[in-house]
């Protein structure tokens, strides 16, 4: 899923492409995309592009009447940018935006259709789709540690949620947790407060990073092949590959459609996370180091 530096990037993008130009109809291609009613998709029609926005992992295209396109791109949703005018076949097109400069084109892969497209009234309603989690970049340590340990949650679980962090997800979590060397799986009120403040270092220090690093790999170009697997991160999509700091290797905790990478080393004290679907079938038998996980594969 697009997260905080992708949505910046992509914000940035639309910035130099349809600031100020307008938007001349959306071609709906698959119904279910668009969520609202009222007011009518051709209200739209004509009206200039006057405020672009990222609100969580949303992005928010404010146009006159107080109208908001409001884009919610889940996990496999992406957008595209043409210049010319073109035709678009295939069920992986959601919907087209036709700008007097180029079309914007968002597409979803797979068979479950997750991502959203709602068109509100007025900040008010707007509003109403920002899940509240709190700015990262910009909060003070105390904003941040009160919101951090108002409840006892582990450090992934907290991060990743939207209603306590905005536009931080499952990839740019990993990365921040493997910064702040600290354990996805240690409590949010258990935290010393040097933890808390190492972290918040943390969470600025990686997605600053990416916004750089993103942003010079697309140049002028339109970020057309974002995802949340960059080869460049330190732990996130490297289950099984050396860390990039001390090069031991990252191991992974999985649940359900959800991972989490780490490094033992890093992050654990050496201590090897038990893995929600292997754990269970090992018991006893789960190794407790990463020392004792190698023994365990010599014997297989």
Same mark, same amino acid.
Request: glycine share 8%.
């Given at each position: 899923?697009?997260?905080?530096?992708?949505?910046?990037?992509?914000?940035?993008?639309?910035?130099?492409?349809?600031?100020?130009?307008?938007?001349?109809?959306?071609?709906?291609?698959?119904?279910?995309?668009?969520?609202?009613?009222?007011?009518?998709?051709?209200?739209?029609?004509?009206?200039?592009?006057?405020?672009?926005?990222?609100?969580?992992?949303?992005?928010?295209?404010?146009?006159?009447?107080?109208?908001?396109?409001? /884009?919610?791109?889940?996990?496999?949703? +992406? *957008? &595209?940018?043409?210049?010319?005018?073109?035709? @678009?076949?295939?069920? #992986?097109? $959601?919907?087209?935006?036709?700008?007097?400069?180029?079309?914007?084109?968002?597409?979803?892969?797979?068979?479950?259709?997750?991502?959203?497209?709602?068109?509100?009234?007025?900040?008010?309603?707007?509003?109403?789709?920002?899940?509240?989690?709190?700015?990262?970049?910009?909060?003070?340590?105390?904003?941040?540690?009160?919101?951090?340990?108002?409840?006892?949650?582990?450090?992934?679980?907290?991060?990743?949620?939207?209603?306590?962090?905005?536009?931080?997800?499952?990839?740019?979590?990993?990365?921040?947790?493997?910064?702040?060397?600290?354990?996805?799986?240690?409590?949010?009120?258990? /935290?010393?407060?040097?933890?808390?403040? +190492? *972290? &918040?270092?943390?969470?600025?220090?990686?997605? @600053?990073?990416?916004? #750089?690093? $993103?942003?010079?790999?697309?140049?002028?170009?339109?970020?057309?092949?974002?995802?949340?697997?960059?080869?460049?991160?330190?732990?996130?999509?490297?289950?099984?590959?050396?860390?990039?700091?001390?090069?031991?290797?990252?191991?992974?905790?999985?649940?359900?459609?959800?991972?989490?990478?780490?490094?033992?080393?890093?992050?654990?004290?050496?201590?090897?996370?038990?893995?929600?679907?292997?754990?269970?079938?090992?018991?006893?038998?789960?190794?407790?180091?990463?020392?004792?996980?190698?023994?365990?594969?010599?014997?297989?």
């Amino acid at each position: 899923m697009p997260e905080l530096p992708d949505i910046t990037v992509y914000l940035q993008a639309l910035e130099q492409r349809i600031s100020d130009k307008r938007l001349q109809e959306v071609q709906l291609l698959n119904p279910f995309f668009l969520r609202t009613a009222v007011p009518p998709l051709e209200s739209v029609r004509d009206c200039r592009v006057l405020a672009l926005r990222r609100i969580g992992k949303r992005i928010a295209i404010g146009l006159e009447a107080d109208l908001w396109l409001v /884009l919610h791109l889940m996990i496999a949703g +992406r *957008l &595209h940018w043409r210049e010319d005018i073109q035709k @678009v076949k295939g069920k #992986q097109y $959601l919907a087209v935006f036709h700008f007097s400069s180029g079309q914007l084109l968002i597409t979803e892969a797979g068979t479950k259709k997750r991502a959203s497209l709602h068109l509100v009234k007025g900040e008010e309603s707007l509003s109403g789709l920002d899940p509240g989690g709190l700015e990262v970049m910009e909060c003070s340590l105390n904003d941040f540690s009160a919101a951090l340990t108002k409840r006892n949650h582990t450090l992934k679980r907290a991060l990743s949620d939207p209603h306590l962090f905005s536009g931080i997800g499952n990839a740019y979590s990993d990365e921040i947790l493997h910064r702040a060397q600290l354990s996805p799986v240690a409590l949010t009120q258990k /935290l010393s407060a040097q933890q808390v403040a +190492r *972290l &918040h270092g943390a969470i600025r220090q990686t997605l @600053v990073h990416w916004i #750089q690093v $993103l942003t010079k790999e697309t140049g002028d170009k339109f970020p057309e092949k974002v995802t949340t697997f960059q080869p460049g991160m330190a732990v996130h999509g490297k289950f099984g590959k050396p860390c990039s700091v001390c090069g031991g290797i990252v191991q992974r905790i999985r649940y359900a459609a959800n991972e989490t990478n780490y490094c033992p080393r890093c992050q654990t004290d050496g201590k090897l996370l038990a893995d929600r679907s292997l754990s269970l079938l090992l018991k006893k038998d789960w190794p407790k180091t990463v020392e004792e996980l190698e023994e365990m594969k010599k014997g297989f």
